[in-house]
């Protein structure tokens, strides 16, 4: 492996763990949690995303900023209305990191199962 590819190898662990941490970052909010599960079922402009919490619409946008700032949310104002949408690549990357620890978690319940099993016939 060359010096090159080595720091193209961390360079691209850091990205992705610094977008790991912002979207966790953003996530550890439920009212953020909330905004993303509206999102999911389609496009809203903050007046509809503002409808079920009792918070200031400027206290939503600042949600709605952290939320952009993680390249969770995209939104776009045409006139008065600002209108966002998932941007599902960011969940999918977290998806997969979150995927990769669970299989790790089951392989080790699993060898731990066996173990037990090999533990009860030897008694």
Known sequence: MTAVTRR?????????STDLDSAFSALADPIRRAIISRLCD??????????????????????????EQSRLVSSEKIGRVRTCKLEPHALQATEA?????????????DRME??????????
């Open 42 to 67: 389609g496009p809203k402009s903050v007046s509809e995303l503002s409808e079920p919490f009792e918070i200031a619409l400027p206290s939503l946008l600042k949600h709605v900023r952290v939320l």
């Open 97 to 109: 990191w979150l995927h990769q620890h669970i299989s790790a978690w089951e392989k080790r319940l």
């Open 114 to 123: 066996a173990h037990i099993e090999r533990m009860k016939r030897k008694d």
């Open 8 to 16: 193209s190898i961390l360079s691209d662990m850091a990205k992705f």
